[in-house]
């Protein structure tokens, strides 16, 4: 069954379709909608086509990790809800949702998004944590890339709360944004057959041969790298997905600087 | 000391602006999100649908399980670590015990029912907003229900009793507060959640009951005409 759904997704590949009427490296419709919990310090919305992706930020003082008392400190969670997909199911995180979160943090941390030596209230001993949660709503394919907007697009709208003798008054945000350096983006290229597809659907996700996961910032630097998938991949490959994910977040940054709030 | 004046300056027996959609996940069955002012809960239900592990499977009836969970960013203070929680699966269950009534599990035997209630943003009532998005849910899944349940908080603020409780009442430092959590089944009045914590008298508790059993009939209508609305908007297309 499996095989045959496959044969047909890559019948129209050679035709250059896709079921959904997409051409090979088209995306879906994208929408960002900034703010969307006010519980959160920072939050935001991602439509990717039917997909849809929360992200919120929550900040605490903690100490710092013992090998960087001079920095803030950054956490990346996803969980894969139930809610938004019949196939996830309840229980401790998946191995799915943890590379999601692993993903995404990677691209955050490497990238230098945040301006983490600007977090620290006392070396060694206090500094802010930026908390990063990523929840679908709807999965409708390519979690990757949305998760990875909605995380840097909550980053943008993050206020400081206020800090007074000690505490923090969650109730009340500054104007202080956080400190951010750049602006990584994901894009995941899927390799089936001989074709590389991206912002894969659920049924084109399920028949790859490989992904890979390419993270650049605005400069086109690469900070991240995920390769998915049970098949191997050549050079020359790698170089072909590389292209297309650098061309592909350029779109996405556009619409990402295009809301800036 | 008297609480004079709410607030965020509602009539004491008022709620706070209600929004409702229904079909907001589109992966689901059925689905609905209902906003009690800045307390947001969607609702998705997955089912009927087999029941694993198999030894759970009840050949007589089928199984209607909730799944209720705030998001790691939605709430007030610190973040809320995700996963279950005592807090997280006792709200479950009464939630359960609450919808249950309406639901004839006998319909589906072997087989289970998923609601699952997750909030980005919360201000009290969450488990309240929880029941009502998770019945419209419920019914946009088509499934067979007796009737609708509704739900609101109701309480004491220092001298007086007041429907849906916002944080700030839930806090409120200057006199005794008591908050409960009702869901009623419109048609007939009966309740099928109650809980309470705080301080009340007898009397008073019975009038918050009433008060909050008005309160839900008006809920009840807004969540019937939200249901109501997506298969008008539909005909109206199809027409076309």
């Known amino acids: 069954m499996k095989e045959e759904n496959k044969n047909y997704i890559i019948k129209y590949l050679k035709e250059g379709r896709r079921f959904d009427g997409r051409k090979i490296d088209e995306f879906r419709e994208v929408e960002i909608e900034y703010d969307i919990s006010k519980s959160a310090e920072g939050s935001a919305r991602v439509k990717i086509g039917g997909t849809e992706v929360l992200a919120g930020v929550k900040m605490a003082i903690e100490s710092p990790y013992p090998d960087t008392p001079d920095q803030g400190n950054l956490m990346v969670g996803a969980e894969l809800l139930p809610l938004s997909n019949p196939e996830f199911e309840s229980g401790p995180p998946s191995i799915d949702s943890i590379e999601l ?11 230098k998004a945040i301006d983490t030596k600007k977090l620290v209230i006392e070396k060694g ?19 990757f890339d949305a998760a990875g907007l909605a995380a840097i697009a909550a980053l943008k709208t993050t206020k400081f709360p206020e800090y007074k003798d000690d ?33 894969p659907s659920i049924e ?47 779109n996405l940054r556009k619409i990402l600087s295009g809301d800036k709030k | ?45 997955y089912g009927p649908r087999e029941l694993y592990p198999k030894f759970m499977q009840n050949p007589q009836k089928g199984l209607l399980r909730i799944n209720y969970s705030m998001m790691p ?26 919808l249950s009534p309406v639901i004839n599990l006998e319909d589906f035997p072997n087989a289970v029912v998923d609601v699952f209630i997750e909030l980005p ?31 609101v908080s109701v309480g004491r603020v220092d001298d007086k009793i007041v429907v849906d409780l916002c944080y700030d009442e839930e806090a409120y ?61 539909k005909d109206k297309e199809e027409k076309k």
């Not at chain 1, 979160?101 to 490497?110: A, K, L, M, P």
């Not at chain 2, 907003?129 to 019914?139: E, K, R, T, V």
């Not at chain 2, 009433?210 to 008006?218: D, L, N, Q, S, T």
């Open chain 2, 121 to 151: 943003q919360t201000d009290a009532g969450t488990r309240c907003a929880g029941i009502c998005a998770a019945s419209m849910a419920l019914a946009d899944a088509g499934i067979e229900m007796k009737d609708m349940v509704s739900s």
């Open chain 1, 125 to 143: 001993e206090k500094v802010w944590s930026i908390m990063i949660d990523i929840v679908p709503i709807n999965d409708e394919g390519n979690l």
């Open chain 1, 204 to 250: 084109e996700q399920k028949n790859i041969d490989a992904r890979l996961t390419v993270t650049t910032t605005s400069d086109g630097q690469l900070c991240a790298l995920q390769k998915g998938g049970d098949m191997p991949l050549t050079s020359e490959d790698i170089e072909k997905m590389m292209d297309l994910a650098i061309l592909k977040s350029g």
């Open chain 1, 167 to 199: 505490k923090i008054d969650y109730k009340k945000k500054t104007n202080k944004n956080l400190p951010l350096n750049k602006v990584p983006i994901p894009i995941t290229i899927l390799k089936i057959g001989e074709y590389f597809i991206v912002d």
């Open chain 2, 73 to 98: 960013f939605s709430g007030s203070g610190e973040r809320v670590r995700p996963g279950p929680s005592r807090r997280s699966r006792e709200i479950s269950m009464v939630i359960e015990k609450a």
């Open chain 2, 1 to 45: 000391m008297s609480y004079k004046k709410r607030f965020d300056g509602r009539e004491f027996d008022q709620t706070r602006e209600i929004e409702t959609k229904t079909k907001v996940i589109k992966r689901a069955d059925g689905s609905a999100m209902f906003k009690i002012g800045d307390t947001i809960a969607y609702a998705a239900v």
């Open chain 2, 173 to 233: 430092e200057d006199g005794p507060v008591a908050d409960i959590h009702l869901a009623v089944i419109p048609s007939t009045g009966e309740l099928t959640l109650l809980q309470m914590d705080g301080e009340i008298s007898k009397q008073d508790l019975l009038k918050a009951i009433e008060m909050g059993k008005k309160a839900c009939i008006k809920i009840n209508e807004i969540q019937k005409k939200s249901l109501k609305e997506n298969y008008i908007s």
């Open chain 1, 101 to 111: 979160s692993r993903v995404v943090d990677r691209g955050i941390r490497e990238a």
